[in-house]
């Protein structure tokens, strides 16, 4: 909880929330088989992967710090105009 709190959310913060998503799918009859750490990060990350490999490696790292290695190796996307 203190990683919530914290105001600056890191990797770790990313897998407590995947826990967490795993608990309620088990609370609700679903099955987490197959799932791994990582997955639910899949579909808010656009980098997954990256971030899959760097928690791993350095779960205390800040989504900020990573947000700087994805623009490091060219991984971020431009900006999408908002079209009305």
């Given at each position: 909880?203190?990683?919530?709190k914290s105001?600056?959310?890191r990797i770790q913060t990313?897998?407590?929330m995947?826990?967490?998503?795993r608990s309620l799918r088990s609370d609700l009859g679903i099955s987490?088989?197959?799932l791994k750490s990582g997955d639910f990060s899949h579909f808010m990350l656009r980098n997954g992967a990256l971030f899959a490999e760097i928690a791993a490696k350095k779960p205390n790292m800040t989504l900020q710090q990573l947000s700087e290695l994805e623009k490091k190796l060219g991984l971020q996307a431009?900006?999408?105009a908002?079209?009305?």
């Open positions: 909880m203190d990683d919530l105001g600056e959310p990313m897998l407590l995947e826990a967490f998503f987490n088989f197959g431009a900006p999408v908002n079209k009305r």
